[in-house]
């Protein structure tokens, strides 16, 4: 199992979405909590953001040794998609519309292309 999490193909991808959890807390977590100042919203942010990026960073870097940057890109960008769904929901409360859902699908079949073999 240890081997298949850090295949050169797989740990990157959890890598991302590691770092997308972290992001889009800080991007979208204070949202939940309106009447804190938003200076401190922001100082917040910045250190869970942190974190994102020594997340981040080596995803990519190790990730190009087996994909290119686009690919790595349009990987981020679905992860990105499916975390931030996952998060309205449960953390926002916030319901995912059909259209959300067409659009994601949309964009899933376009990531499809770029990374097909």
Known sequence: MFALIASPR???ILLLIASNVFMTFAWY???????APLWLAVFVSWGIAFFEYW?????????????????????????????????SVVWLKEALTLNHLIGF???????????RA
């Not at 204070?30 to 009447?35: M, N, P, T, Y």
């Not at 699908?105 to 990374?115: D, E, N, R, T, W």
Request: proline share 4%; hydrophobic share 60%; aromatic share 12%.
């Open 55 to 87: 997340l981040a960073v080596p995803a990519n870097r190790y990730g190009h040794a087996v994909y290119s940057a686009a690919e790595l890109k349009t990987l981020q960008e679905v992860i990105t998609f499916a975390v931030f769904a996952v998060f």
């Open 105 to 115: 699908s949309l964009i899933a079949l376009g990531a499809a292309f770029v990374l």
């Open 10 to 12: 797989v740990a990157p």
């Open 29 to 35: 977590g204070h949202l939940r909590f309106k009447s």
